[in-house]
């Protein structure tokens, strides 16, 4: 079992919409946890980090966590189809490396 | 503001080959990552350095080798290389480790490609 899962997707979602994106861990000591939007061939971009239970907003992102679930989520309001990307949950275990999941692949239709 | 640089962008080599990736931190920062993309697949942690000294290591097959110098620049070399070392190759960088904080900031990647 990979230690953190996504739905590879794709989600598809309306031009405006909420796209919620989900994101499980299955190691208890996690402490840092990130999203990162990946357009094909291009580097990840940090969009979103969390460090404590409850949501945290960015502009038209909200991020959740809640560790009693091992849950990470990512919300993204008002979509746009310039949001069309793959977004990876990353942990970290107070350890240098990140762990990435999969990714889910989202796409915002006209 | 500044971003991870790394070169070169692209780099085809011939299996048994060598080849040296090289990244430049953002301005400040005095940690380095390395992430290996394969098609499909999400970054896999290779090493990390923290002020010039290695200080995490992951799947990072004998192989390879890396440094981090004294500019904070760090170097991956990759020898004997193999069909299966194709991928995208990433550099990260972050501020030294305060608290929970370990936000890293991805260069744009090597994109290696061994024939």
């Known amino acids: 079992q990979k230690e953190v899962e996504q739905n590879s997707g794709p989600l598809s979602v309306p031009e405006g919409a909420i796209a919620s994106l989900n994101c499980t861990y299955s190691?208890?000591?996690?402490?840092?946890f990130f999203w990162y939007r990946q357009y094909s061939g291009k580097s990840p971009e940090l969009i979103m980090s969390?460090?404590?239970?409850g949501d945290k907003e960015d502009g038209r992102f909200t991020a959740q966590l809640n560790k009693a679930s091992q849950y990470v989520s990512l919300l993204i309001r008002d979509s746009q189809p310039s949001d069309s990307a793959t977004y990876l949950c990353a942990v970290n275990e107070n350890t240098d490396k990140l762990i990435f999941g999969t990714g889910t692949r989202l796409q915002v239709f006209p | 503001a500044a971003g991870v640089i790394q070169s070169p962008r692209h780099l085809i080599k011939e299996k048994r080959e060598t080849a040296t990736l090289k990244c430049y931190p953002i301005p400040r920062h005095d940690t380095v990552y390395w992430y290996q993309q394969g098609p499909g697949q999400d970054p896999q942690f290779l090493i990390s350095?923290?002020?010039?000294?290695?200080?995490d290591k992951g799947s990072i097959p004998d192989r390879f080798s890396a440094q981090q110098f004294s500019d904070y620049h760090s170097e991956l070399n990759m020898s004997s290389l193999e069909l299966g070392d194709s991928a995208l190759y990433f550099c990260a960088s972050s501020l030294a480790r305060t608290g929970l904080s370990y936000e890293q900031y991805f260069g744009p990647g090597t994109r290696l490609t061994v024939t």
């Open positions: 969390i460090y404590s239970n």
């Open positions: 350095f923290y002020e010039k000294m290695q200080s």
């Open positions: 190691d208890r000591v996690s402490q840092s």
